[in-house]
């Protein structure tokens, strides 16, 4: 059974369970949490030397790492990976638009807002990062306002798999989605699609802590 790293309050985390539904593909998770440090821990730099969150083990024992690629690897047999090379250029374009402009500013007011112990002591980083949120959430509505699809076409794909976790939790990151009045019908389509799983959901078959799986396979 494919074994998934990570913790259910990441987007990038959440990306992996919906494509892994998609699939129908069992897998059993390891909770994996950034905000204990577990991600640089040594047992877990085995698995992914880069030291981040989701990173899954294969049944053949292959190890990947990064959501993106994680995305493309199981998309065949989804329907979420077009055929013709402009269309996966488009997709690609969007995914680059994810994980550079959108994911790092959405994730990190989230977590800072939400989830640090005390909001003010990162109060400038967060007067930086709430313009370039609200400018990729503008750039989202003005993209979905004339398309249902954010790579376009007449179908979902990845591309919208990778901007669906951090959009939907996008007022824990200080947005009110009624200024963006595509982005809700959008988010909604997506919901819609075959195998779907909330945010926050665990997915899983089985789930370990970080010390249950790692004391079982020292």
């Known amino acids: 059974m494919i074994t998934l790293f990570g913790n259910l309050l990441s987007g990038n985390v959440h990306k992996v369970q919906m494509i892994l539904r998609r699939r129908g593909i069992p897998f059993r998770r390891v909770d994996i949490s ?59 374009r969007w995914m680059f638009f994810e994980q550079y402009s959108h994911e790092p500013t959405l994730a990190v007011l989230r977590y800072l807002k939400r989830y640090a112990e005390d909001p003010q ?22 993209r979905l306002a004339s ?37 809700d019908p959008w988010l909604k389509r997506v919901e819609a699609q075959p195998g779907f799983i909330p945010v926050l959901v665990d997915g899983a078959e089985e789930t370990l802590s970080f010390a249950d799986y790692f004391c079982a396979n020292v």
Not at 49 to 77: H, Q, R, T
Not at 125 to 142: D, F, N, S, W
């Open 121 to 142: 002591l990162y109060a400038d980083q967060i007067r930086v990062l709430e313009p370039k949120g609200l400018h990729a959430l503008r750039v989202m509505e003005t």
């Open 34 to 92: 950034q905000m204990r440090g577990e991600p640089r821990r040594p047992e877990f730099l085995k698995v992914n030397p880069i030291g981040k969150v989701p990173a899954v083990l294969l049944a053949d024992g292959d190890i990947l790492s990064e959501s993106g690629a994680m995305l493309f690897y199981f998309a065949p047999g989804t329907g979420l990976w077009p055929e013709d090379l402009r269309s996966q250029a488009e997709v690609l």
């Open 147 to 183: 398309t249902d699809w954010i790579a376009g076409g007449k179908h979902c794909t990845i591309a919208d798999y990778a901007l669906y976790p951090y959009t939907r939790t996008a007022k824990e990151s200080g947005f009110d989605l009624g200024d963006f009045p595509a982005l």
